[in-house]
């Protein structure tokens, strides 16, 4: 069963929903030093999903599934969030620049092989697969490249 949503398929849309507010909490995480406002997606999800679980039980019929499906949604949204925060507090952690410098190369390098991988698998199916996991590869290639090379200019 394939759900649409505003002629989207929905696992394009929750993709290109998920690698927005990925972008956006990683922003917040290592831009702001505000606590509060890093929170802030942590918090509204954390109360979407409560509410739409809420809403589960109180609806009859299709509207209770309807909540449901929100309610993973944003539990899913939370858990990207949560990633964000790992990925900040690893980045933190770290003090050494060579073991921060190899672990973004090596990470560089296994979303660089899972895009071409991904890539050349849409190719093959003559582009009857979703692209999507070759996008988002992609994506954190060019995140842990971007790391590499800030980490390099710091010696």
Same mark, same amino acid.
Request: one cysteine or more.
């Given at each position: 069963?394939? #759900?649409?949503? +505003? &002629?989207?398929?929905?696992?394009?849309?929750?993709?290109?929903?998920?690698?927005?507010?990925?972008?956006?909490?990683?922003?917040?995480?290592?831009?702001?030093? =505000?606590?509060?406002?890093?929170?802030?997606?942590?918090? +509204? !999800?954390?109360?979407?999903?409560?509410?739409?679980?809420?809403?589960?039980?109180?609806?009859?019929? $299709?509207?209770?599934?309807?909540?449901?499906?929100?309610?993973?949604?944003?539990? !899913?949204?939370?858990?990207?969030?949560?990633?964000? $925060?790992?990925?900040?507090? !690893? =980045?933190?952690?770290? &003090?050494?620049?060579?073991?921060?410098?190899?672990?973004?190369l090596i990470l560089y390098i296994i979303f660089l092989i899972i895009t071409f991988i991904s890539a050349g698998y849409v190719i093959y199916t003559k582009g009857q697969t979703n692209?999507?996991?070759?996008?988002?590869?992609?994506?954190?290639? #060019?995140?842990?490249?971007?790391?590499?090379?800030?980490?390099?200019?710091?010696?």
């Amino acid at each position: 069963m394939d #759900l649409k949503i +505003l &002629e989207i398929d929905s696992d394009v849309f929750l993709l290109t929903i998920s690698t927005i507010v990925l972008i956006i909490q990683l922003l917040l995480c290592f831009k702001i030093k =505000n606590k509060f406002i890093k929170l802030i997606p942590v918090i +509204l !999800f954390l109360i979407s999903t409560i509410v739409f679980s809420i809403f589960i039980f109180i609806l009859d019929g $299709w509207d209770s599934v309807g909540c449901l499906l929100l309610a993973i949604g944003s539990l !899913f949204l939370l858990f990207v969030c949560g990633i964000s $925060w790992i990925i900040w507090r !690893f =980045n933190m952690k770290l &003090e050494k620049d060579k073991l921060k410098k190899r672990i973004y190369l090596i990470l560089y390098i296994i979303f660089l092989i899972i895009t071409f991988i991904s890539a050349g698998y849409v190719i093959y199916t003559k582009g009857q697969t979703n692209p999507g996991l070759a996008i988002v590869s992609m994506l954190f290639g #060019l995140i842990f490249a971007g790391l590499y090379r800030d980490a390099k200019k710091k010696k």
